[in-house]
């Protein structure tokens, strides 16, 4: 099946001025009556979609460079998807999986299972717990590791995001206004640096290293503030994701399962961003060659629908009865269409990722000697950032510089969003085509030239 047949494959077209008309008197409203904790980049007010195609409400085309934020991995309304839920929204829309049973969370379960445990070493069966949000699966996996360790401590970096829920909020560590005013937060969590190479918190090169993000753990961290036997897991993003799309290198992901393991500490890998086919892989963990005890999903793997996933190795996932549910975890609809996402990603999906963030990056690669705001290009399949700074010797960060790329982008017609205090991420929609690829790139290097031109 060619799972793109069907998807629109235009490029943008701007019919007003933007904000249009429209969309200007819905952003004035929203601002009157919604949460004003909402983070908005620029005014996309959105009508309809359809693959990587937006269409706001005065008839302005954009290519949708983030994808809902990672999370339309099939694009925008895929009809194979929209079918799926059609189907089950027919037959029932909810029934709790908390108190009864159905077949598709089964069936999604094995697949789940499956797929993690597939090219993992130990072979050891996985089971699933269900949700809602990716901080949900975050709150499941912090509660399990607890439960499963009878430790309380978690360790977790600088520059991670794993939601705002109390627990998730704990551990994430990318910006302090998402903890102002919020505290006291869950006790016993310690941050230390990521494998964050282009600004080395050792000052180190990755080629000559001795992965010093990962001996702080035994060398300072274990002998000094935290003792290990009190460490219930460590939260790493296999790419860390709002951080600003950082790929750490695979001696840092090796080194810390073998260090928590030596501890016996779980490593819970936050895939809820990079999972589901974005980097290129259905899974991020598998470009680093472990074998995690829980990972976490969410985001990507319904193409919309909201439903989360924990998934951890059997052994790990014991509690009693009752320990944790949610009533809407599971929810049936969703799960039509995480069933369907995943047969569109094992068909094509994944490899398309692969293939167009592949050709993506290479050209983005030269942008460093091209554009001097260029600081540092990265990423794995379709999860690529890029980093812009004032001086490349320096390093200096321009967030300014930043923020106008990303406006200056919505003006001509994509969508891309920052990601850390001075990167733009691009995290498109799986299907998405080598000419949209090239009409994006092109149009991020007219943005860059025109800022480098000021
Ligand atoms: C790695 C990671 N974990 C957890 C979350 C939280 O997900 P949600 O916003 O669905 O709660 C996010 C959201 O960006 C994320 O990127």
């Given at each position: 099946?060619?799972?793109?047949?069907?998807?629109?494959?235009?490029?943008?077209?701007?019919?007003?001025?933007?904000?249009?008309?429209?969309?200007?008197?819905?952003?004035?409203?929203?601002?009157?009556?919604?949460?004003?904790?909402?983070?908005?980049?620029?005014?996309?007010?959105?009508?309809?979609?359809?693959?990587?195609?937006?269409e706001?409400?005065?008839?302005?085309?954009?290519?949708?460079?983030?994808?809902?934020?990672?999370?339309?991995?099939?694009?925008?309304?895929?009809?194979?998807?929209?079918?799926?839920?059609?189907?089950?929204?027919?037959?029932?829309?909810?029934?709790?999986?908390?108190?009864f049973?159905?077949e598709?969370?089964?069936?999604?379960?094995?697949?789940?299972?499956?797929?993690v445990?597939?090219?993992?070493?130990?072979?050891?069966?996985?089971?699933?717990?269900?949700?809602?949000?990716?901080?949900?699966?975050?709150?499941?996996?912090?509660?399990?590791?607890?439960?499963?360790?009878?430790?309380?401590?978690?360790?977790?970096?600088?520059?991670?995001?794993?939601?705002?829920?109390?627990?998730?909020?704990?551990?994430?560590?990318?910006?302090?206004?998402?903890?102002?005013?919020?505290?006291?937060?869950?006790?016993?969590?310690?941050?230390?640096?990521y494998?964050?190479?282009?600004?080395?918190?050792?000052?180190?090169?990755?080629?000559?290293?001795?992965?010093?993000?990962?001996?702080?753990?035994?060398?300072?961290?274990?002998?000094?503030?935290?003792?290990?036997?009190?460490?219930?897991?460590?939260?790493?993003?296999?790419?860390?994701?709002?951080?600003?799309?950082?790929?750490?290198p695979?001696?840092?992901?090796?080194?810390?399962?073998?260090?928590?393991?030596?501890?016996?500490?779980?490593?819970?890998?936050?895939?809820?961003?990079?999972?589901?086919?974005?980097?290129?892989?259905?899974?991020?963990?598998?470009?680093?060659?472990v074998?995690?005890?829980?990972?976490?999903?969410?985001?990507?793997?319904?193409?919309?629908?909201?439903?989360?996933?924990?998934?951890?190795?059997?052994?790990y996932?014991?509690?009693?009865?009752?320990?944790?549910?949610?009533?809407?975890?599971?929810?049936?609809?969703?799960?039509?269409?995480?069933?369907?996402?995943?047969?569109?990603?094992?068909?094509?999906?994944?490899?398309n990722?692969?293939?167009?963030?592949?050709?993506?990056?290479?050209?983005?690669l030269?942008?460093?000697?091209?554009?001097?705001?260029?600081?540092?290009v990265?990423?794995?399949?379709?999860?690529?950032?890029?980093?812009?700074?004032?001086?490349?010797?320096?390093?200096?960060?321009?967030?300014?510089?930043?923020?106008?790329?990303?406006?200056?982008?919505?003006?001509?017609?994509?969508?891309?969003?920052?990601?850390?205090?001075?990167?733009?991420?691009?995290?498109?929609?799986?299907?998405?085509?080598?000419?949209?690829?090239?009409?994006?790139?092109?149009?991020?290097e007219?943005?860059?030239?025109?800022?480098?031109?000021?």
């Amino acid at each position: 099946m060619d799972t793109s047949v069907s998807l629109r494959q235009d490029l943008p077209h701007l019919v007003t001025a933007l904000p249009g008309p429209k969309a200007r008197a819905i952003v004035d409203r929203d601002s009157a009556v919604l949460s004003p904790s909402n983070t908005r980049s620029y005014p996309l007010v959105i009508a309809k979609g359809e693959g990587s195609i937006v269409e706001d409400v005065d008839g302005n085309r954009f290519l949708d460079l983030n994808a809902g934020i990672a999370v339309c991995s099939t694009g925008h309304s895929h009809p194979q998807v929209v079918a799926a839920i059609r189907e089950q929204a027919g037959k029932f829309l909810h029934m709790s999986g908390t108190d009864f049973y159905y077949e598709n969370i089964v069936t999604l379960g094995e697949k789940l299972s499956d797929l993690v445990t597939l090219g993992d070493k130990s072979r050891e069966k996985r089971r699933v717990y269900y949700g809602n949000s990716g901080a949900e699966a975050v709150e499941a996996a912090l509660k399990m590791a607890r439960y499963h360790s009878g430790r309380d401590k978690f360790i977790a970096f600088f520059g991670a995001f794993h939601g705002r829920t109390m627990g998730a909020l704990s551990l994430t560590g990318s910006k302090s206004v998402q903890k102002k005013g919020f505290a006291p937060l869950l006790g016993g969590v310690t941050h230390i640096p990521y494998a964050y190479c282009y600004r080395c918190p050792y000052g180190k090169r990755v080629e000559s290293c001795n992965v010093e993000c990962v001996k702080v753990l035994e060398d300072q961290l274990f002998k000094t503030t935290v003792p290990a036997e009190e460490v219930a897991a460590i939260f790493v993003e296999a790419v860390q994701g709002e951080g600003g799309y950082v790929v750490p290198p695979q001696k840092f992901i090796a080194e810390l399962q073998e260090v928590a393991h030596r501890h016996g500490i779980l490593v819970v890998f936050d895939e809820v961003q990079s999972g589901m086919g974005r980097t290129g892989k259905m899974f991020g963990h598998q470009h680093f060659g472990v074998d995690p005890d829980i990972i976490t999903l969410a985001k990507g793997i319904a193409s919309g629908m909201p439903l989360c996933a924990t998934v951890a190795k059997a052994s790990y996932m014991q509690w009693k009865p009752g320990a944790h549910a949610s009533t809407f975890g599971g929810n049936p609809v969703s799960v039509a269409a995480a069933l369907t996402t995943i047969q569109l990603l094992e068909q094509e999906l994944v490899d398309n990722a692969a293939r167009i963030g592949g050709v993506m990056k290479e050209r983005m690669l030269t942008w460093p000697s091209r554009f001097p705001i260029v600081g540092d290009v990265r990423g794995l399949g379709l999860m690529l950032g890029f980093e812009i700074v004032r001086d490349q010797a320096t390093k200096e960060k321009a967030p300014d510089l930043r923020d106008l790329i990303v406006e200056l982008g919505f003006q001509k017609g994509i969508l891309v969003l920052g990601a850390g205090s001075n990167s733009v991420r691009l995290a498109p929609p799986l299907v998405l085509t080598a000419d949209q690829a090239d009409f994006a790139l092109d149009t991020l290097e007219e943005c860059l030239a025109e800022i480098c031109a000021q």
